[in-house]
């Protein structure tokens, strides 16, 4: 560093570039960057090994604004896919490890990668996206043989971990979940994401910088709220991450004990699963450490919520926001005081209540939760013009959320407009429901769903996952149902209930309730189809 340049100048000029890593290997070399159970990084090693990954993909001809796709389960390699991507104008789309090849292929394609970085542990699906994107000519496997790739290892190792002469602040454009048809990459031109990037750079969790803090990941990092809250927030402010190769309730307190961990990013049905634990295996791990239990992507029953609270103390934080933009926030003494709530907007304006054409309704009224998506920052729908003129409502855009804003400016979901049932001309939000089925302790799990009925177009039905010991039977679907006629008005009751031993589930943890609706759909047509 010159006399002339000032430490805050210096980090400035490195985060400008994509390069804050860097910074951060020059300040804590031998801290603990990533800590998984496929080997840990420190912030120097970490940030060489981007270096090496940025000179090995344009030796084989990536440049500024090239798409790199990755499919790779939470192991060192991903961080330094992104880190690479950050620094070297590469535009970077993670994929869900669960699709299946032609699924994967469809993004790979649709992103116009040129280069594929895969997990050797994913070789099917990784051949099948290869296979399906004739474009994509740069394959990587990482830790072990694909068919048809090159090794990631021998390519990174075969360069140099010097800071890259020529760094350019890359992006990335991550894929909507496609509740209707494919999915679509939401994509914002260089100069909106950085914007958008200088955004998201305010320490908001408290961590405390270049420090012995720890974040502990619990989800897949290819999905958005993992990688932003869970990757890029902590590792901006020098802080570790543990990586969990998958959630389990046991294992993440054992990993929060073991390290010490201060902060970590779930969601409501993790927060139940925890709390479902037997008090004695609670009691053996030690969570005072615990300083931030970020949440957001669903509605939190209240009782679950407040039970975390009582046990870990005033340290959950929520928010809503979304792969598109952020809406607003809330601590936990706000939140004991309005329960339910997910915070006040960020800003006057940030969130409004509208009907179908983003007119604003009253307070207290329930309609689609708008979120502000300035000039500056605005995001598009890559490639689908009509997709993104269909989400916005001049300057708002819309997921698809409904809620409503109490008198006092506080928000609150109620759910998606994809989930609701309408039975009889009346509005029936399930996750309403789903929270009163939470209450009951025979339930591990709950997924209320709109079924077909003859006479009322749907019909309530709860589908029930057990807590483990607990056997299914007549005797208790006829208590779940009278423990919610005592909760709830008549018209929200389930009328039936079914248990199933594991509902499907999403990779970030929330229930697949398309998927389930589907299933009882589809088999109501087969059966009228038989009569």
């Known amino acids: 560093m010159s006399e002339t340049t000032t430490a805050p100048d210096r980090r400035a000029e490195l985060a400008a570039k994509g390069m804050t890593l860097a910074w951060w290997a020059e300040q804590v070399p031998d801290n603990k960057a990533i800590i998984s159970p496929t080997g840990d990084r420190t912030f120097a090693e970490l940030n060489a090994n981007a270096n090496r990954l940025v000179r090995a993909l344009r030796a084989r001809g990536l440049g500024n604004g090239d798409a790199v796709a990755l499919m790779c389960t939470n192991r060192p390699a991903f961080v330094e896919t992104w880190a690479a991507c950050l ?76 800071n890259i002469d020529d760094p350019t602040p890359g992006s990335q454009m991550l894929y909507t979940s496609g509740t209707t048809g494919r999915p679509k990459g939401v994509y914002r031109p260089p100069v909106a994401a950085a914007a958008a990037s200088a955004q998201s750079s305010v320490n908001l969790w408290g961590y405390n910088e270049g420090s012995d803090d720890l974040h502990i990941c619990t989800g897949p990092l290819y999905h958005a709220a993992p990688l932003a809250f869970s990757l890029a927030a902590p590792l901006a402010f020098g802080v570790g991450v543990v990586l969990m190769e998958k959630w389990d309730a046991e294992e993440a307190l054992r990993l929060i004990a073991e390290h010490k961990v201060t902060h970590t990013h779930m969601v409501p049905t993790m927060f139940h699963r925890l709390i479902s634990l037997p008090e004695d295996v609670r009691a053996k791990y030690d969570t005072s450490s615990l300083r931030h239990v970020l949440h957001g992507a669903a509605p939190c029953p209240v009782p679950v919520k407040q039970a975390l609270i009582e046990w870990l103390g005033p340290v959950v934080v929520e928010y809503y926001a979304a792969t598109e933009g952020v809406g607003s926030f809330v601590d936990s003494a706000t939140w004991l005081s309005k329960p339910g709530t997910v915070g006040k907007p960020f800003g006057e304006g940030q969130v409004i209540i509208g009907d179908e054409d983003g007119n604003e309704l009253p307070r207290d009224t329930v309609g689609l939760v708008y979120i502000k998506a300035p000039e500056a920052t605005r995001f598009q729908y890559f490639k689908d013009e009509e997709k993104t003129k269909g989400s916005f409502r001049g300057e708002y855009f819309t997921l698809g959320d409904m809620g409503y804003m109490d008198a006092d400016g506080f928000l609150f979901l109620t759910d998606r407009t994809a989930n609701l ?111």
């Open 87 to 162: 620094r070297g104008g590469f535009r970077l789309t993670t994929i869900n490890w669960h699709l299946t090849g032609d699924e994967a292929g469809y993004i790979v394609d649709d992103c116009e990668a040129k280069a594929l970085v895969a997990d050797s542990s994913l070789a099917e699906g990784a051949m099948g996206a290869a296979a399906a994107a004739p474009n994509c000519k740069v394959l990587l496997a990482v830790g072990g043989d694909i068919d048809g790739f090159e090794s990631y290892e021998a390519a990174v190792d075969a360069e140099s971990g010097e």
């Open 421 to 531: 049932i309408i039975s009889g001309g009346v509005n029936i939000y399930p996750a309403e429901v789903d929270a009163v089925l939470l209450e009951h302790p025979a339930v591990g799990d709950a997924a209320t769903i709109g079924v077909p009925n003859p006479e009322w177009g749907e019909e309530v039905k709860a589908v029930v996952e057990l807590q483990p010991g607990v056997e299914a039977s007549d005797e208790l679907a006829r208590e779940l149902l009278e423990f919610c006629r005592g909760k709830l008005s008549s018209f929200k009751c389930p009328r039936s209930v079914d248990f199933v031993d594991e509902l499907p589930r999403q990779d970030n943890g929330k229930i697949y309730k398309r998927l389930l609706r589907d299933r009882y759909r589809d088999a109501a047509t087969t059966e009228g189809a038989n009569k």
